[in-house]
Every structure is written in C-alpha cells, then in structure tokens.
C-alpha cells in the first residue's frame, strides 16, 4: 500500500527533499547543495542540470534508504523559475541553464520592450520587462548563440528538467509559465504577441498544466538511478514562490507573506485581475484558479547574507558569528546603511546594473556594524 509523499523543491543553493506520511506528517528529510557559476562580474549566473539530477537522485537514495520506494504514492517537485534551458528531443541540456539571478539579457530586454510596449507587456504577463526572465534570454541565446537556438527542441524551467528525466514528457505549471514573459497570465496561453517579438515558434515551449496534475509514471530507464520504483505517480509541482505561498496558508484575497531565500519577496493574494504598470511591483498566478498574486522582488536577500559571512563578516564566517555581532549593535547600525543590490535589483528598479554599497562609513564603524547593517538593509 503506498504511504509516502516525496516532495522535492529545487532551489538556487541546493535540492531540499522531503518525505511525508499520507496524513501529512513529515517523516525525514535531506539537502543536497550544488554550485551556481557567476561570470563577467555576476552578470552571468548559471548552473548544470546534471548538477541538479544528481542532487535529486542522492536526495531520493538518503530518503528512502530504510524504506520501500514501492510505497511511495507520488512524488512532485517545486523549483526556481525564470530560468532558460535548452534541451534537444531527446531532453539533453545544450548548454547551462541562464537562471533568474542572469541578467546578461538587458539589451535583448529592451528590444523586446520596444516592439511590445511597456503597457502592453505587463497587461499580457502581469510583470514590467526585465532581463532576469525566460523572454529575453530566450532572444540572447538567438542573437549570441545560434547553433544552441537552433538545436533547442524546447525550452524549459529546472523542475520541469527532473520531470522530464522522470517521465520524458514536455510539461511546465501555469505558475511557472506565467514568470518566463512568454505567457498570458490572464488568458492562460502563451503570447502569440510576445513568442513573435522574440521571435520563438510556441512548440518550442512546453504544454502548461496546472500544479496538482498527474503528468506521467518514472520510466524503467531511471528508475534505478533516481531510487524509486518504474511506474510511480509524477505529479506537477509550481514554481518555490507560489509553492511557498500555498506553504503559508495564502488562500483568501488580503492575505501575504515573506519570503526569504536567495532572493526574498513580498506577495499578496487577491481576486483583481488589474494592477498599476509603472507599480514597480509584479502580478503572478496564484495556485487557486481565478486568484493572482501582488508582489515585489529582491534580488539579492538571502544572498546578501551568504555574500557578506563568506567574505567580509568574521574570521570564523558562520550564521552564528553574524547573529552575535548584530545583537551587540543597537538598532540603526549607528547611520550604516547597506544597501542590497549586488545582482542588480527587481521591484521596483528592475535594473540589472544596480550596484551594492556600504554607505556612512565611519571610522568607529566595526564588523558588528556592518552585520547589523546587512540585516537591515535586507529587511
């Protein structure tokens, strides 16, 4: 009789995977962590899908190692979003994956800008154009990386790579397909408008279904690899942000949460489907059919900590260090302020080249200052 849920979600840092009773009790779980490739100054941030099997499959073999796969009723996975990687037919990558923290794209985001029209774009996707989505690095690889273009069967999002691994079939969730810029969040297909501005057929995306439906059995040929049995249910996950929304209970219009990861966000749920463009603020698809949500994005929250305790904090660099020095400061960093924009910034910027900065510096200014400054300017 099957009695596990395995969950996975796939995020920038690492896979965390978790593995729940059918009443919804947590029973174990593990994080396997893997590496993301900066380049030309953190424009170019990347990362290798084998990299993100791998984590999955050890992940899998931790998790079920004194239990039987053979009662595992399903497994779904959530994952980062706005990611670009090209696969061939046979689902093989050709290259690294572009993730949302890329934003290599600018020029490229505002070709499209200006064949679409700002208004026009956000009333189609709900979002000002920005070079950290699938659009324009979709249009990038065209431009810079033609043999890659051109050999791209389909484009996909990291989740939907493990599930395709899984099952060999070609499927995103609608909350994942509405923050690529090549969807219409509220006629619910993808944008005949903006596929023609970045000049992609739609069978290159992949068929969008919503979270919570079944898309497909693990496939003999990886089943040993991945721990589990042929045969078992694959069920589709949604991208972390709207996962992490349903996570904490964001159900009724008015509701919102934080969420504090690499990047950090604040979102809201609600029945409207209209919203300000020039907000500085982004509308996405709720995983309640006819909700949306309203959010704003930080693109460098949970970063900022990592950045900071691995090269500035302590001569020891730990979380622990850190939380020590912040209480030894009082509120205000005495006039420090830190201001978080080492991957450029979304909302309400949207501004790939924003620049990071310590400001008010003093010369009685210490280390504890600048800890208690990060976390604020974070906050």
Same mark, same amino acid.
């Given at each position: 009789?099957?009695?596990? #849920?395995?969950?996975?979600? $796939?995020?920038?840092?690492?896979?965390?995977?978790?593995l729940y009773a059918a009443n919804g009790e947590l029973l174990a779980h593990s994080e396997q962590s893997y590496p993301v490739y900066y380049a030309e100054g953190g424009i170019f941030a990347e990362q290798d899908a084998v990299d993100w099997w791998n984590a999955f499959c050890n992940n899998n073999r931790i998790l079920l190692?004194? &239990?039987?796969?053979?009662?595992?009723?399903a497994v779904a996975i959530s994952g980062q979003m706005m990611a670009c990687?090209?696969?061939?037919?046979?689902?093989?990558?050709l290259r690294r994956c572009m993730i949302w923290a890329d934003g290599r794209a600018g020029k490229e985001n505002e070709r499209i800008e200006s064949v679409v029209g700002k208004d026009r774009f956000y009333s189609i996707t709900g979002n000002a154009p920005s070079a950290n989505y699938t659009a324009p690095k979709v249009l990038y690889l065209k431009e810079h990386e033609p043999a890659v273009f051109e050999a791209a069967y389909k484009f996909i999002q990291p989740k939907d790579y493990i599930n395709l691994r899984l099952t060999g079939s070609f499927f995103t969730d609608a909350s994942d397909a509405g923050h690529t810029h090549l969807y219409n969040i509220f006629s619910g297909q993808w944008s005949d408008e903006i596929l023609q501005a970045v000049g992609l057929a739609q069978n290159k995306l992949p068929e969008v279904v919503w979270a919570g439906t079944p898309i497909g059995n693990v496939l003999d040929s990886v089943a040993e690899e991945c721990a589990l049995l042929p045969g078992t249910l694959v069920v589709?996950?949604?991208?972390?942000? &709207?996962?992490?929304?349903?996570?904490?209970?964001? $159900?009724?219009?008015?509701?919102? *949460?934080?969420?504090?990861?690499?990047?950090s966000w604040l979102s809201a749920a609600t029945d409207k489907a209209n919203m300000d463009a020039h907000s500085g603020l982004y509308k996405g $698809?709720? #995983?309640?059919?006819?909700y949306?949500?309203?959010?704003?994005?930080?693109?460098?929250?949970? #970063?900022s900590y990592d950045w900071y305790i691995k090269n500035l904090c302590c001569?020891?660099?730990? *979380?622990?260090?850190?939380?020590?020095?912040?209480?030894?400061?009082?509120?205000?960093?005495?006039?420090? #302020?830190?201001?978080? *924009?080492?991957?450029?910034?979304?909302?309400?910027?949207?501004?790939?080249?924003?620049?990071?900065?310590?400001?008010? $510096?003093?010369?009685?200014h210490t280390r504890a200052h600048m800890s208690r400054s990060v976390m604020e300017g974070v906050a």
């Open positions: 009789m099957a009695k596990y #849920l395995l969950t996975h979600d $796939l995020g920038t840092s690492s896979d965390k995977a978790t190692k004194d &239990r039987n796969p053979g009662e595992v009723a990687l090209p696969v061939n037919k046979q689902g093989i990558p589709q996950g949604a991208g972390d942000g &709207r996962a992490a929304m349903l996570g904490a209970g964001i $159900l009724e219009k008015g509701e919102a *949460y934080v969420c504090l990861g690499t990047s $698809l709720s #995983l309640r059919k006819g949306y949500i309203n959010g704003g994005t930080m693109q460098a929250g949970g #970063l001569d020891n660099p730990s *979380y622990a260090e850190m939380e020590k020095q912040i209480t030894s400061v009082s509120p205000g960093a005495d006039g420090m #302020l830190y201001m978080p *924009y080492i991957l450029g910034e979304r909302a309400p910027y949207f501004d790939t080249g924003a620049k990071g900065a310590f400001l008010g $510096l003093k010369a009685t």
